[in-house]
């Protein structure tokens, strides 16, 4: 914890700095926002405020096997819910955020997994119907209530979708514990029962790679590697009922996520949906057309991305982006989830898959890397040097959102801690601060987690990362030490004056206020393989240059830093800067040790 005269001074500092969160753009032009100028906020909707208790158990009855709620668990539903957003928007919109990813809130299975080992669909991504809200989360009068409120404040709401898989129905009767291992198309063909020993099955199916629908006709029995059914009570708990067909799944056994079964194989448990048929590509195009036309949402995030086909995104994105054209909404933003740590491959899935943009993993692996674990800054100018892979090139790598840890990974405080287990809670506190400084002021589209503002910070990823921002009764969250604070999750989570949410409500504000730090292009002008250095300048579109400097290490710079010749004069937008360049194309640093300044040129 830290010391009361330490976190006194450190709480001034930030209240001095920081000034009131500026006003949400006014509700008429929020639509004319492109993505890059905006900064998103990702919140699980059960973990984030309870504004209506009656709907805690979403309306089931018995114990939390049945009902999915306990209060308690880890990985069970906590009582969050949209009423509870939509109560809260003044503190999210005073954080300075213009959009809102909310995560999935589709109606899910409530509880599943082998016995002993039983978690609810609390995190909404166990779906079993696809057209309506989650009883857990309230009704779908309560998410229009919620979209048209952000709507009302200039905040845009992002939908999380999943395509790859649904919840875990299916059975395999071959291995009843729901074990089963991927059997791939060359020992299982589609032609023969059970391998390809087995009985001619599926006469003249010519594959996956023939998406016509007259090839599918031909796909008549699921049994080629395992033998599939659906248990006795739940033939028809999917929506739409085309979903509830084990012929429109892969049924191959869990992926290895390699190879072909990263395509094909279940993730972990979860029904694949056979993405390639002509009627699952039409399905899922009426499904999440339909969210569009009925809530006026801004745009997706999807889920597991990577693991679907290519031609399936090439059909479902066009269809998306022109059925929110006809809504009228001209910056629908769709971003697609693809965990890998290098650019290429991310690229790829713009370039192939055709999404308009990725989460930028590439990026929250190098700033983890670099201000967490002390590697060099090269590491951020690699990231940034492959931005003309992108499709649209390094227009497009400025719409792909950033970030520095999410509700899988866990959060970024908790990997600062990790890498610096000897660290005072100063040290962690500035880390954390320059982690976010090197995401709020880069290019890319900058993503908040929920709860990072108050300090959350977690035992590890996935359960330990999905803390509560209302009162908490989980006693491994309520153990845990926050970043920059005294409080525990034990009581609400919601303080505005605490000091990350005052520090990024400066950067939010500071990032809104200048079109070179939303939509300029990146130069970086120092890099090394060692912590210290590493700074970039942001070019307008219209001209004119921001430098943002950052210091990774734990002694202080003094250092020229190459720039813009025709920046001559300069003025202090975070930190000390100097007034003038040293010379033409030169300019003079001096940074504390894990500190940053950010100085824009005087001349626009």
């Known amino acids: 914890m830290l010391r009361r005269g330490r976190f006194a001074a450190l709480l001034a500092a930030a209240l001095a700095a920081a000034p009131a969160a500026a006003p949400a753009a006014q509700a008429q032009s929020y639509r004319a926002r492109a993505p890059e100028q905006e900064i998103i906020y990702f919140v699980l909707p059960d973990r984030f405020e309870n504004g209506d208790p009656s709907n805690d158990r979403g309306g089931l009855t018995g114990g939390r096997l049945q009902t999915g709620y306990d209060p308690t668990a880890t990985g069970f539903y906590h009582g969050g819910d949209l009423k509870g957003l939509t109560q809260r928007l003044d503190y999210i919109q005073g954080l300075g955020v213009t959009a809102i990813w909310l995560g999935p809130v589709y109606k899910n299975k409530p509880v599943q997994g082998p016995p002993g080992h039983e978690s609810a669909g609390y995190h909404g991504y166990w779906i079993t119907d696809f057209t309506d809200v989650d009883p857990h989360f309230g009704t779908k009068a309560d998410l229009k209530a919620f979209v048209d409120a952000a709507h009302a404040r200039g905040l845009k709401v992002y939908l999380d979708i999943i395509t790859n898989h649904t919840a875990d129905v299916i059975k395999y009767r071959e291995c009843p514990a729901n074990d089963c291992a991927y059997r791939s198309i060359g020992d299982y063909p589609f032609a023969r029962r059970g391998g390809v020993g ?64 990263s395509l094909q194989g279940d993730f972990a448990g979860l029904d694949d949906v056979m993405t390639e048929n002509p009627r699952v590509v039409r399905g899922f195009i009426d499904i999440y057309g339909a969210w569009i036309d009925q809530f006026g949402i801004d745009g997706f995030r999807v889920d597991t991305a990577r693991h679907v086909n290519p031609e399936f995104w090439q059909a479902f994105i066009p269809a998306m982006m022109a059925r929110a054209k006809a809504r009228g909404i001209p910056n629908f933003h769709i971003f ?247 010379a033409p194309g030169s300019y003079s640093v001096e940074i504390a040790p894990l500190d940053y300044v950010v100085c824009r040129a005087a001349a626009r």
């Open 198 to 261: 087995g009985a001619a099955i599926n006469d003249g199916f010519a594959g996956l790679d023939h998406r016509d629908a007259a090839n599918f006709a031909r796909l008549t029995r699921p049994d080629y590697a395992y033998t599939p059914y659906v248990p006795a009570g739940e033939a028809h708990v999917k929506k739409p009922e085309w979903l509830n067909d084990p012929i429109y799944y892969h049924n191959r056994g869990d992926s290895t996520f390699q190879g072909e079964s």
């Open 336 to 582: 697609g989830e693809v965990f890998d740590p290098d650019p290429a491959p991310l690229a790829l899935h713009t370039r192939v898959d055709g999404f308009p943009a990725v989460l930028d993993f590439a990026f929250a692996f190098a700033a983890v890397d670099v201000v967490a674990k002390g590697a060099g800054t090269d590491h951020l100018a690699r990231v940034y040097a492959a931005d003309p892979l992108y499709a649209r090139g390094e227009a497009g790598a400025r719409t792909l959102p950033t970030f520095l840890g999410n509700h899988d990974a866990g959060r970024f405080a908790s990997f600062v801690r990790q890498a610096n287990p000897k660290a005072s809670e100063a040290e962690v506190l500035k880390r954390v601060l320059l982690g976010h400084a090197l995401m709020m002021f880069g290019r890319g589209t900058p993503v908040v987690y929920y709860g990072d503002e108050q300090g959350f910070a977690g035992h590890g990823g996935d359960q330990a990362a999905r803390q509560d921002m209302f009162a908490s009764r989980v006693a491994s969250y309520n153990d845990e030490t926050l970043v920059g604070s005294n409080r525990t999750t034990a009581t609400a989570s919601f303080d505005t004056h605490a000091i990350l949410y005052r520090a990024f409500a400066e950067m939010a504000a500071i990032r809104r206020s200048d079109p070179a730090l939303t939509a300029g292009a990146l130069v970086v002008r120092a890099a090394g393989d060692k912590p210290g250095l590493f700074a970039f300048s942001r070019i307008a579109p219209g001209g004119g240059e921001t430098l943002v400097a950052l210091n990774t290490g734990t002694t202080p710079i003094a250092a020229q830093v190459a720039v813009a010749s025709i920046s001559g004069r300069w003025q202090s937008v975070h930190g000390r800067c100097a007034a003038a360049g040293s």
